[in-house]
């Protein structure tokens, strides 16, 4: 007797030859939706000198000759394009020009079978144009500063009791973080400093990171990512014992070594190692609190290491010469170190800008004309063969600083005024000299406008540092 179908199965079985119907026509028409966007790395972000590239990821294989073609960025941002699967990845060729907003759009480009693509428009913005600076007027005195110029906004990020004598922009949290005194204290003394935080989203709300209980502060550095903080530090219950701390994400210091880190000291990009002036030379020591105290490299050649480049494959270091001259020297990883300036005083600091292949360097010089007075200078150096070009000079001015804008376009600098004598003002330069008044100046860098720019006075004040 045969089996007869019943009616569950029936339909079961009918629910299958019309879904494999439908297979079939839908293998037979072949694809029919159209290539586009699903997603936009920089869609509605603000972008600075940490973002080198973005991705756009399509929902299909693409022409990439056709999206090369197509792809369009106003105002341009030169880059170079390079695509795996279905991802493209722009990797910017130079620094993204701050307080901007672009317009990203992408139409007519293709599939590899040929369909063209839905136009897809999407914007983003750089960064603000924005620094921070000490300042010097009576209701700023001793108080960090903010200052926008995209939106032309200034405040106060610190209360009037603090005095702050030194600070470091966090790249990477957007917060300053600042050694200070609380006048409301008693005898307060530049020994007597701690260490603070201060985010820019939240002026005048101050975190203490660091007391100076046990320890004086005396020095401390931050990562361009800001993941990794260090602190030179005097033991109070030891007799002249300097010691170097790393800070975790919350504050809490951990040891590293408390062999020679009594001189300068300079954390290099990545977080991992420590550039410390030693007596015969420069020694590289890694902050792993496990590692050996020994250093890891040894520069004997040279003394003082002012800065890195931001991907640290090189660093801008100063030898001490035996006719008491100095000279600088950019030093790379794998290579010659190559001379570029040398002088009868001191430099206080220098920048490379990789894109340019200028170094910018801030340093005195003694003054033959004028005693035994050094005049302070800011020049720049063409890596390729060129001189030392001055672009300020500060008669009689004993220190100063500067600072290079993340894209390039500019220089801040300080021209101050100081006084032996009683004053009012809390600041004071490294010879103890108070400040009682320091104009902040911005020289443009356009390579069209270089040669002519006219320095724009933009505020009262010193120390100034630009916002990554």
């Known amino acids: 007797m045969k089996n007869k179908l019943q009616p569950l199965d029936r339909v ?4 299958i030859l019309c879904l494999t119907l439908l297979i079939g026509l839908v293998l037979a028409s072949g694809d ?4 586009k966007v699903r997603d936009f790395s920089w869609q509605n972000q603000r972008v600075g000198v940490n973002d080198l590239a973005f991705t756009l990821t399509f929902n299909r294989a693409m022409n990439w000759q056709s999206v090369t073609e197509n792809l369009t960025i106003s105002p341009p941002l030169p880059g170079k394009m390079s695509w795996s699967g279905r991802r493209l990845a722009y990797t ?4 993204i020009p701050y307080g901007q907003k672009f317009q990203l759009m992408l139409a007519q480009a293709t599939g590899t079978k040929g369909e063209t693509m839905q136009t897809f428009e999407r914007s983003f913005r750089s960064r603000d144009k924005a620094f921070v600076y000490l300042g010097i007027s009576e209701k700023e005195n001793g108080r960090l500063i903010f200052k926008n110029l995209t939106r032309n906004t200034q405040v106060m ?3 009037p009791n603090f005095t702050v004598l030194d600070f470091r922009v966090d790249p990477g949290r957007d917060r300053i973080l600042f050694r200070a005194l609380d006048r409301t204290q008693p005898e307060q003394t530049i020994f007597e400093a701690q260490l603070y935080t201060v985010l820019l989203e939240a002026p005048g709300q101050i975190k203490l990171l660091l007391d100076n209980t046990q320890y004086q502060i005396l020095k401390f550095d931050v990562t ?5 903080t260090i602190v030179q530090r005097f033991d109070r219950s030891k007799d002249g014992q300097v010691s170097l701390w790393t800070l975790d994400a919350d504050g809490t ?3 590293v070594t408390n062999k020679n880190v009594d001189s300068d000291v300079l954390i290099t990009p990545d977080g991992q190692t420590v550039a410390v002036s030693q007596n015969q030379g420069l020694a590289v020591l890694a902050l792993s609190p496990q590692s050996s105290q020994q250093p890891t490299r040894f520069l004997p050649n040279f003394h003082h290491a002012i800065s890195f480049t931001r991907d640290g494959s090189s660093a801008l270091m100063v030898k001490y010469n035996s006719d008491s001259t100095r000279s600088l020297f950019l030093v790379p990883n794998n290579g010659s170190a190559q001379q570029l300036l040398t002088t009868t005083g001191v430099f206080f600091d220098a920048q490379l800008d990789s894109q340019t292949k200028t170094v910018y360097c801030l340093y005195s010089q003694f003054n033959p004309e004028q005693g035994f007075r050094s005049d302070l200078h800011l020049s720049a ?4 063969g060129g001189q030392p070009r001055i672009l300020k000079t500060f008669p009689g001015q004993a220190t100063g600083h500067f600072s290079l804008a993340p894209d390039r376009s500019g220089l801040l600098y300080e021209e101050i005024t100081v006084t032996d004598q009683p004053h009012p003002s809390v600041v004071q330069n490294i010879f103890g000299q108070t400040i009682t008044e320091s104009q902040l100046w911005l ?3 356009s390579k069209e406008a270089e040669s002519t720019s006219v320095p724009q006075r933009i505020a009262a004040g010193l120390k100034p540092q630009w916002v990554p």
Do not use: C, H
């Open 12 to 15: 079961a079985l009918l629910l």
């Open 32 to 35: 029919r939706t159209y290539p």
């Open 92 to 95: 910017l060729t130079q620094p």
């Open 157 to 159: 990020l610190t209360p």
């Open 224 to 228: 361009l990512d800001g993941k990794t």
């Open 253 to 255: 210091p951990q040891f």
């Open 381 to 384: 150096i063409e890596l390729e």
């Open 443 to 445: 020289l443009p860098l």
